[in-house]
């Protein structure tokens, strides 16, 4: 690897003298060096100086084993390639009249500060460092950011994916998901290499594990050459062939069928199945009453107020009825508060917390968000495996990422070709 390393960062080295010689006349004798265009791309162009510091950009990015085993012209093509691609793109962003505001900028600029754990004033100083231009550097990110809009604006927010092409994804996938689940296993193997034993009696032994423990099917027929194993837990892809088909069929504590093999009968007790990517969710059946102030009404008047019709509300009839009189969320109070079943991710921070620390059957105290000032009752509380749900949504993303980047690669395909290109003559 070191190796590796040393070779890429001579060849940029080389490449770096290579190029001022092609790109620099008579650089001893003259003051100052005339920038020359290398590319045309439409109505703009490419400077030499730019591919230079694009060159130079390799040594210090992480794609730098990327161009290991290019040769110098393949280098600069590349390098080339990309400026003129990212230059369409722009260019794009600017027809599209896809603008990046300075709010926007900071904020893009916060994340890549968070990003390198660091505060954002503190990102100056650590660009500057690896020898970028803080200026060029934030059009940059500005040009890229413009870019990412124009790509989701116009691709990603637009792909529509049906439930069948969900299912064809999940059916292409599922053995990778299945690899996530994992088999707690009690293997019982009657031994039997010379096929001498009667079906029988391997029929009775089976019949009796259903009703008793192995340990005492063992003792009971010590005649016969009988092993227990406990496997543990297994994904299927360490299982042999015949051991999943069997599992395919039974259920958490059941036995399997017999399974025949060269060394005898198998009987397969699933004692459990765990799956790393189950998810289980809390959901709450929640109900509430919303008041708001106005010129005539403080905040205080309001508290009070919901304070009141907490202390008279005895149940929950009591409650749906102060709901339908006085809440100021119409839709919910004409159902007497009821919001249905709501997860704390689906809810303002603020209603998330009461709504996790009330009781079943009990009114919270008066509270503040952003709509306004509530009390909720807490109706009912239930987990839920949410598995399933996570797994569609997860081939949903999946499917609309490779429908948009197949969209996205053809529009930029058609792009180029419509694109006036004109590559100056570079003798390498």
Do not use: C
Request: proline share 2%.
């Amino acid at each position: 690897m070191f190796m590796t390393i040393n070779r890429v960062y001579i060849l940029i080295a080389t490449l770096l003298i290579f190029l001022v010689n092609i790109f620099t006349a008579n650089i001893v004798h003259a003051a100052e060096i005339q920038d020359r265009v290398v590319a045309v791309v439409n109505d703009g162009v490419i400077l030499e100086s730019e591919l230079i510091e694009e060159v130079e950009n390799i040594s210090r990015g992480p794609k730098i084993n990327e161009y290991y085993n290019l040769n110098d012209e393949q280098v600069i093509k590349k390098v080339l390639d990309k400026l003129i691609l990212n230059n369409l793109l722009i260019q794009a962003t600017k027809r599209f009249g896809i603008n990046i505001s300075d709010i926007a900028l900071e904020r893009g600029l916060r994340q890549i500060a968070q990003n390198e754990n660091v505060p954002l004033p503190k990102l100056r100083e650590i660009i500057s460092s690896r020898g970028v231009d803080y200026s060029k550097y934030i059009e940059i990110i500005r040009n890229k950011m413009a870019v990412d809009e124009l790509f989701r604006t116009q691709f990603y927010s637009r792909v529509y994916v049906t439930s069948g092409e969900i299912d064809n994804y999940i059916k292409n996938q599922m053995a990778d998901f299945d690899k996530q689940i994992k088999y707690n296993l009690t293997e019982f193997v009657i031994v039997d290499e010379n096929k001498k034993l009667n079906q029988k009696i391997v029929d009775d032994i089976y019949l009796e594990l259903e009703k008793r423990k192995f340990n005492d099917i063992k003792d009971a027929n010590k005649d016969i050459n009988i092993e227990i194993n406990e496997l543990g837990e297994n994904t299927i892809d360490v299982l042999p062939d015949l051991f999943v088909q069997a599992l395919k069929k039974i259920s958490k504590g059941k036995l399997s069928e017999i399974i025949v093999s060269p060394r005898g009968y198998h009987i397969l007790k699933l004692n459990n199945v765990s799956n790393e990517s189950q998810v289980f969710v809390t959901e709450y059946k929640v109900r509430h009453i919303l008041m708001v102030t106005d010129v005539m009404t403080s905040e205080e008047i309001i508290k009070n107020k919901l304070l009141k019709i907490k202390n008279e509300s005895k149940n929950i009839d009591d409650f749906i009825l102060k709901a339908k009189q006085f809440s100021a969320d119409k839709a919910s109070g004409f159902k007497g508060g009821d919001i249905g079943w709501v997860r704390k991710e689906s809810v303002v921070p603020e209603f998330s917390t009461v709504m996790i620390k009330t009781p079943m059957n009990k009114i919270s105290e008066p509270f503040k968000t952003q709509y306004g000032w509530h009390i909720l009752f807490t109706e009912n509380v239930r987990t839920i495996d949410d598995t399933n749900t996570r797994l569609r949504k997860r081939a949903e993303l999946a499917v609309k990422r490779i429908k948009a980047d197949r969209q996205k690669n053809e529009w930029i395909a058609k792009l180029k070709d419509q694109a006036y290109i004109e590559i100056k003559d570079i003798k390498f």
